[in-house]
């Protein structure tokens, strides 16, 4: 992943022995920028942690970790340092507009505070609404349905074989409640909405389970 080499040493900008380097030509990877879409997802407790732990390890944050690993796990290593290289892809770098005055006239509104939770999914399972990039998301779906897989529970495995190994899976699952499963699993679908609370107390929001959290990546 990147976080190493762009540490350690600068990326050559010249390619050795000459060879002409390899551009990723996909006009729809060009600008990767955007969070458009969304997906809903949950992920066991213990990979929740693991995964902040590593990002933590990393000097990185969670989202850009999540941005890199999907853009790796779909186009390959070299795209992702070619998007780099190249201010392209999750690197994009729109060109400069002109600022208009009407930009310093549009009114500003105040958000009021709000926490999404589900009630009785119980505190070992970490609701996810994560934002994202739509030609992300539908390459994803493309592998999930080439798996017979819903989107949801493809992203989930390949999280968790990557954070934590292709032997743990089948045992943590185990270790989950069956009903709470179902329950989490009908909010993914989009067949169970979360409820909401207005401007909670430290208290109050120490208390809920089922949390939502959001991912922006």
Request: hydrophobic share 40%.
């Amino acid at each position: 992943m990147l976080w190493f080499s762009f540490k350690k040493k600068s990326i050559e900008s010249t390619p050795r022995d000459g060879l002409e380097p390899i551009h990723i030509v996909r006009p729809e990877l060009i600008d990767l920028l955007g969070n458009n879409t969304q997906l809903r997802i949950w992920l066991p407790e213990s990979l929740r942690g693991a995964m902040d732990q590593v990002a933590q390890h990393l000097d990185t944050t969670l989202s850009k970790y999540l941005r890199e690993y999907f853009v790796v796990y779909l186009y390959g290593n070299h795209a992702l340092i070619d998007m780099y290289k190249n201010k392209t892809g999750i690197f994009y770098e729109p060109p400069k507009e002109k600022i208009l005055e009407d930009d310093f006239n549009t009114p500003m509104f105040s958000r009021v505070r709000s926490v999404e939770f589900i009630p009785g999914l119980g505190k070992n399972i970490v609701p996810f609404k994560v934002f994202l990039h739509a030609q992300i998301k539908a390459d994803l779906q493309l592998l999930a349905d080439k798996s017979e897989m819903a989107l949801s529970q493809f992203v989930r495995e390949i999280l968790v074989s990557h954070v934590l190994g292709h032997t743990v899976w089948p045992e943590r699952q185990q270790m989950l409640n069956t009903e709470h499963i179902a329950i989490a699993n009908e909010w993914e679908s989009g067949h169970l909405e979360a409820d909401s609370i207005r401007e909670p107390s430290t208290k109050e929001e120490d208390s809920l389970d089922g949390k939502v959290e959001y991912l922006h990546l």
